[in-house]
């Protein structure tokens, strides 16, 4: 299908097809259409000389926004250009030694829980893990809510002898 000598082909399934000018022009419309808009959006909107917010046209390389660490998505420096600037970076999450004091501590206290009674694991399941309050608990399991209190303080007594003993 030629149109002044032009033929226009559309790849569909791998396969070249030649299509009209219309049937072309209305397939690659919206294409190009969403390439632009997603250029525009890549570009770093700075403040233009009204002192609104504008997109920029440099190149990157050149933008001084994006030079001094920005960039179009509008995150700040890279951890890599921190420390190429000379920023020491530490992440205090990866204390590793209070990590296993704190999994040491969770697996002694597992053991303790393992130690009570199933009533008084049901107990502290209910309040601990489900989240609970001490007045659910009593109208769940058909008690006071002083004899909850009661039976969750003789727990914390149990609990206490166990972990001083290891």
């Known amino acids: 299908m030629e ?3 032009k033929r226009f082909y559309l790849t569909i399934k791998g396969q070249e097809v030649e299509v009209s000018e219309e049937v072309y022009r209305a397939y690659i419309q919206p294409v190009r259409a969403e390439r632009r808009r997603k250029q525009r ?11 609104n917010l504008v997109r920029c046209q440099k190149a990157c390389r050149e933008c001084p926004y994006a030079l001094s660490g920005h960039n179009a998505l509008g995150n700040n420096l890279s951890l890599d250009r921190m420390k190429d600037d000379g920023v020491e970076v530490e992440d205090r999450r990866l204390d590793v030694e209070q990590n296993y004091i704190e999994r040491e ?18 107990l502290v399941r209910m309040i601990y893990f489900d989240g609970m309050s001490q007045e659910e608990v009593a109208a769940r399991l058909s008690m006071s ?15 206490r002898r166990f972990l001083e003993k290891n």
């Open 41 to 51: 959006a890549f570009r770093c909107k700075i403040k233009g000389k009204k002192g």
């Open 145 to 159: 809510k002083q004899a909850v209190s009661n039976s969750m303080q003789r727990i914390y007594a149990s609990l």
């Open 105 to 122: 501590e969770k697996r002694e206290l597992y053991a303790a829980i393992e130690q009570l009674t199933p009533r008084q694991k049901t």
């Open 3 to 5: 149109n002044n000598g």
